[in-house]
């Protein structure tokens, strides 16, 4: 694999330079695997008249948190450019699947919201047969999987100085209302000191920091 390859850097992470040879071959696997499955995704989602970015930004719009519901959150997210954005976003509005609105604290901040259609559409979401197919093997793979592939993610994100992205209450800037760890009805965001309820608690937020 030629070291110029993006995908050394995953292979980094997965024991590459250890001199083990196995563990350079199992290494290698899963870049194949991941590449192969990242493939697979793209094309699922060239469905109902939308491209895979328009998917993603309706599915993090859908998903973000008050401090999130922006296009340079979405920019940040997507690893992808303002301008390829905005042009995302003109397409979801011209079909009637977003709006933008003005936040109310800051009338200068734009807040994305999806539309009654847009909630129609995510309903839709090709990548629901992923879902399906992982939850025929959830019971077995599922907890190894997420730890697996979330450290290999956060390794990425660490060298690569991208934003992880995370919900509240895996936050290590969140604090529960009580003394009590196994209350986690709602808390205090650290970083804006705002309250944070229990439908914005399981939001993806851009200024997630990891618990290490
Ligand atoms: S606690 Fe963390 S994830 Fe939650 S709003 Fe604050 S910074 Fe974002």
């Not at 629901?128 to 093997?137: K, R």
Request: hydrophobic share 35%; proline share 2%; glycine share 8%.
């Amino acid at each position: 694999m030629p070291i110029t390859d993006p995908l050394h850097a995953l292979a980094g992470t997965t024991g590459i330079g250890s001199g083990q040879s196995e563990k350079t071959a199992l290494a290698q696997r899963v870049i194949i695997l991941l590449d192969r499955l990242g493939r697979l995704t793209r094309e699922l989602q060239f469905a109902n008249g939308l491209n895979p970015a328009q998917w993603e930004a309706l599915r993090f719009i859908a998903q973000a948190n008050k401090y999130s519901r922006s296009p340079t959150a979405l920019a940040d997210y997507l690893g992808a450019t303002k301008g390829t954005v905005s042009q995302t976003l003109i397409a979801l509005e011209s079909k009637g699947l977003i709006t933008r609105c003005k936040k109310t604290e800051d009338r200068r901040q734009v807040d994305l919201c999806l539309t009654e259609a847009g909630q129609t559409m995510l309903a839709k979401d090709p990548m629901q047969t992923l879902e399906q197919a992982t939850l025929e093997i959830a019971d077995e793979l599922g907890i190894q999987m997420v730890k697996g592939l979330t450290r290999l993610l956060h390794d990425l994100q660490s060298r690569n100085q991208i934003n992880e992205f995370g919900v509240c209450q895996d936050c290590s800037l969140f604090c529960v209302n009580t003394q009590s760890v196994t209350d986690l009805t709602g808390g205090t965001c650290g970083n804006t000191g705002e309250a944070v309820d229990t439908a914005e608690k399981t939001k993806i937020c851009i200024n997630y920091k990891t618990t290490n």
